[in-house]
Structures are given as structure tokens and as C-alpha cells.
């Protein structure tokens, strides 16, 4: 029998560049959107046998789309202490914390995530628990491990692979194990101490060589990119989204690359930029804000205006641009993600409605999946969230999640997380 669900809410943000929609319906049928626009011309079919919510004072919006977490990772207060615990935890004790943390993502209104790695078979386990109906959680991207260069950055779950053919034979070993994604780190990051985050990994023809063998099955590839050679290969390669994109030059000032940016925007490229962690301390109202910024204060000088400045270029080169967390890494846990919309909004400046189509359209165009998900309209997947108030008015709203629906179900109502019912036969 199938199951029909109205909501009813002042306002409803469709994701498609369109302005909010007054007195907004969105009608579900199972699993799938049969109709989104004023509540006054729902037809009578969409309302016959349907169950009916008001939502007064509420927006609706589609499920949002966090492109990078860890979701094995503990976020905890600094990189020490989280490479620390996910190196002591079994593999039993991973996989319950990133069942964990994946149900804390459904609380911040994600419907995905997509995991840029943690140890083997830690997060397809849950991905693939979550798709069985086992247990509650977001659709799960997952690119299993990322590769990196011997000794490289994260390499404490990484495939350490150097040479072009262990780089192929990695990409088609993680493909045929599922991964849905190929995350390869192309330079150094902050959070491995044996690595220099200012350090290119990778040339720009060995990533050329993972985007060929992950391309041909049809697989994106993710780089983690902070300097910016390794920027600049990427976009040679075609990398699909770059992640961090923090265009730092070798002296440690900025060097961003309108030339390349262009190059990215006419190959269709995206870029994925996090912001919460290091961005937190600057929120004064949110926990944790000042330890961060005292943590901040003892190891760099972040967020001068040079930074503000280069994020911004990245925004007004046009390319498809998505607000990612990087949860899972110090100061940055999973029920959070409003804070990487503020962040965007409050520091950077960018207007309210272009923030909220990077955690919803963009990234659901960057990560592959634009087809079913990502704005709210007929024919696409039920994964609509409610939140307290207008995001549009006032991106703070964004942290008063008050419903997650995915695929038609409500995973996530009023604080509480709710589980499938499922029969012996599957999920009822
Ligand atoms: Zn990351």
C-alpha cells in the first residue's frame, strides 16, 4: 500500500535558485516527492489518504549534503588526540562510533554524507548496515581509505601508494570492494605530524593517472588539496571536487590562481571548502569557541583577512562551490554542520540563499547524485528536512532541526532519532 505524507510550512526553499515559497506544501508519496509549491494548489489526489503535518513558523528544505566528514573520527580538541583514539579503538569499537556519529548527521538535517576516510572496511560497514535497514542513519558516500604517498597525509588509514601502477592497481582494488568515491590526498595536511601540509604529494599526471582508472568505472575522484601546486595539479587532472582548496603558497601567505580557477570552472570542477573547525573560535556565541581560539592562537594565525579574501575569490570565480564540514577532525562534531553555514555567511560574507544551495544543489551536483537528490521537486527522492524559523532571514535558524525525512521515512523528529521498523521481511 503506498503512503502519502503532506507538509504544510510558512516557507519552503527548493534548492533550485528559486526564492522561498509563502504557505509551501511538499506532498511524498513512499519514497519519492510528488509535488512541491503553494499549499493552495495541492490537488485533491495528493491529499486523499495522505497524513498531514502543519509545521507553523518552519521552512522546508531538502535533505542537505555534507561533502567531507571522517565519519570514524572523534573530534576531539586537537589532532593529536584524535589520531590518538581512532588508533587505539578496535575495529568494533570504530564501527559503533561511526554508527554513532552517522545518526548525530541525521540531528544537523544531512540526509548524506559522503566519509573521505577512515580504517578498511570500518565505513562501508555502517554504509551498508544503514542500507539494509539494519539501523537509522544518512546515505553514506564512502570512499573506504584514502590513498596517500608512503608516510603521507593520514596515512594511518591510508593506501600508501607511490608509483603510477600502484596507484591503479589501488584505485581498482577500492572500486571492487565498493568504494563510491576515490579520495587521494595530493598534498600534506595539519592534522599528520610526519607530513608538510605546504608539501605536493602527487604530480599532476599521477592524479591524471587515478581520475583515468576511477572514470572509467564511472567512480569521482576527491583530492585533498591545500598548497597551491597541488591545487594546480588537481585541476590539471580533472579532479572531480577539491577539497580545502586553501591556495597557500610555499612562504605559507596566499597564492590563489584566477587562472587556474578558471580552468576549473570551464572543466565543470568543484571546489569543497571547510570551514568549521578553525572557523568555530571566531563564533563567540558557540561552545567551544574559546578554547578553539586559544588553540588557534599557540599554532597559526588563522582566519587574518587574507584568508576571508581568498575564500571569497574562490566564491566569486563561479565554480560549483559546496560547504563541507571535515567533521570527525578536531573542534568539528557531526550534529554541527549549521556551523559551517554561518561560518560561510558571517565571515565570508556570502548571501544566505547562495550558502544554503551549497549544502543542498551544489553539492548534490559535485558528489554525482543531482538526479535524485538535492532539491526539492516532483520525481526526486523524499529527503526533505523542517527547521525553526527563515534560514533565509537568518542562517542561525539552521541549528533548530526540527524533522529529517530521507527516502519518505522520518529518521529524526523533536531531538529524537527514530529507528526503521522492520519486518522479517525488510524494512516495513
Ligand atoms: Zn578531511
Known sequence: MSQKRVLKADWAF??????????????????????????????????????????????????????????????????????????????????VRTA???????????????????????VPTVRDAINRGQIAGP???????????????????????????????????????????????ASGGNMTAESNPLMVQYSAQQLGVVVEEAHKLDTPVAAHAIPADSIRNCIAAGIDTIEHCVWLGPDGGYDYDAEAMATAVSKGLTVSITLAGVFRGYLTDLPGSELMREAMAITSKLLEEERVEMFRRIWQSGVNLIISSDAGVRYTPFDDFFVSLRSAVEL???????????????????????????????????????????????????????????????????????????TALGVS
Open 348 to 422: 565570508l560574507g556570502i548571501p544566505t540563499k547562495d550558502v544554503l544551495l551549497m549544502a543542498t544543489r551544489n553539492p548534490a551536483q559535485g558528489l554525482g547524485v543531482i538526479d535524485e537528490r538535492g532539491t526539492l521537486e516532483a520525481g526526486k527522492v523524499a529527503d526533505v528536512i523542517a527547521v525553526a524559523g527563515n534560514p533565509v532571514a537568518d542562517i542561525k535558524v539552521m541549528a533548530n532541526v526540527k524533522l529529517t525525512i530521507l527516502g519518505g521515512k522520518v529518521l529524526f523528529r523533536d531531538g529524537m532519532i527514530h529507528a526503521p521498523r522492520t
Open 100 to 122: 554513532a556519529n552517522a545518526q548525530k548527521c541525521l540531528r544537523a538535517g544531512l540526509t548524506t554524507v559522503r566519509d573521505l576516510g577512515g580504517r578498511r572496511d570500518v
Open 139 to 185: 546515505r553514506i558516500l564512502s570512499c573506504n581509505v584514502p590513498i596517500t604517498v608512503t608516510g603521507g597525509h593520514i596515512h594511518f588509514v591510508g593506501w600508501e601508494a607511490n608509483e603510477e601502477w600502484e596507484l591503479r592497481k589501488a584505485v581498482r582494488t577500492l572500486i571492487k570492494q565498493g568504494a563510491d568515491v576515490i579520495k587521494i590526498c
Open 14 to 95: 527548493t534548492g533550485t535558485g528559486a526564492d522561498l515559497i509563502p504557505q509551501a506544501a511538499v506532498a511524498l508519496e513512499n519514497d519519492r516527492i510528488t509535488f512541491v509549491g503553494p499549499a493552495a494548489e495541492l490537488s485533491r489526489s495528493q491529499l486523499e489518504g495522505a497524513t498531514v503535518e502543519e509545521l507553523p513558523g518552519h521552512t522546508l528544505l531538502p535533505g542537505m549534503l555534507d561533502g567531507h566528514t571522517h565519519l570514524s573520527f572523534t573530534a576531539g580538541r586537537n589532532h593529536e588526540e584524535v589520531v590518538d583514539e581512532i588508533s587505539r579503538e578496535t575495529d568494533m569499537q570504530q564501527v
